[in-house]
């Protein structure tokens, strides 16, 4: 889909829920549902937002969209790293799948069925978010030393895997050591993670600077198939799953404006809730200035360009 076709296809109101799809589904995240289809799956990404690991009751419009379009668009170009869980000629097995459901079609992944590891390969070339506030607490990142005096948003001298536990739907994220990494899914197979992940990391910040955009931090997910054979699965360098920032205007030693869900994590720093269920409602303001930084982004990707 061209960036035109997508922002055509957006909704006006937010899609929180998958109704009337004749699947089964087996299972529902903070953003998608899955569907079994016997040999594949179908992953169909809501208009559901989350921060702070709790699913807030405002969706933004188009939001899955966007986020799955972004993935397919990086699928695409990571394919030469690493294979990706979509189905052989995806486009087309999806229309056939979803004929009599096209408005899902724009949200959706058609993909094999693959054991997905109990780890997040996180990636970190910048300090930001929850690293920042570990280095100011440690000096470093989870046992990962750096340099001192370091400033916040400021690159770091190269970029750091920093994976994390792999939790279940309402539990939080957890970082994780070389190490303790290591005993979760193995050694060898967690150093062939590490590996690819720096690989996709150092592809994501070329095409970013291309587009104007510093990619601060990402993080992927990684499945494996009977063969024990390596996929990358789930989203890929999407605004959800990384920190994007405008090359325009860095300064490192303050935040930086995010083409990412930090806008909205912001909002609700100002607030008084304590970050458990439930969450509370976003103003208007907040999620249309929500989707425009989506939407910014991939414009911005996919046109090589930022453009205002």
Aim: net charge neutral; glycine share 6%; aromatic share 10%.
């Amino acid at each position: 889909m061209t960036f035109e076709e997508i922002c055509n296809q957006l909704p006006k109101q937010a899609r929180r829920e998958v109704v009337n799809l004749p699947f089964k589904k087996i299972a529902t995240g903070k953003v998608r549902e899955i569907f079994d289809l016997g040999d594949r799956l179908l992953i169909v990404a809501t208009d559901r937002l989350s921060a702070f690991d709790v699913v807030l009751p405002d969706g933004v419009p188009g939001k899955g969209l966007l986020l799955t379009q972004i993935s397919l668009w990086w699928f695409e170009r990571t394919a030469t790293i690493i294979p990706n869980h979509l189905v052989p000629n995806h486009d087309i097995e999806l229309a056939k799948l979803l004929a009599n459901f096209p408005e899902w079609i724009p949200y959706a992944m058609l993909v094999r069925k693959l054991q997905p590891l109990k780890l997040e390969a996180v990636v970190r070339g910048y300090l930001a978010g929850s690293g920042w506030k570990e280095y100011q607490k440690t000096g470093g990142l989870w046992s990962r030393h750096l340099p001192a005096e370091l400033r916040e948003s400021e690159a770091l001298p190269m970029p750091l895997f920093t994976p994390t536990t792999k939790a279940a739907v309402g539990d939080k994220d957890l970082p994780v050591t070389d190490e303790e990494g290591a005993k979760v899914i193995g050694t060898k197979r967690y150093e062939a993670v590490k590996r690819i992940a720096l690989e996709l990391f150092k592809l994501g910040t070329e095409y970013a600077a291309r587009a104007g955009l510093i990619l601060a931090d990402t993080k992927f997910e990684f499945g494996v198939d009977a063969s024990g054979e390596l996929f990358l699965i789930d989203e890929a360098l999407t605004p959800d799953s990384s920190r994007y920032w405008p090359q325009e205007g860095y300064v490192p030693g303050q935040p930086q404006p995010a083409f990412d869900k930090q806008y909205v994590r912001d909002y609700l720093e100002t607030l008084t809730w304590d970050k458990t269920p439930p969450g509370p409602n976003l103003p208007e303001d907040v999620i249309l200035k929500t989707r425009e930084k989506y939407l910014a982004a991939l414009k911005a990707l996919m046109r090589g360009k930022l453009t205002n």
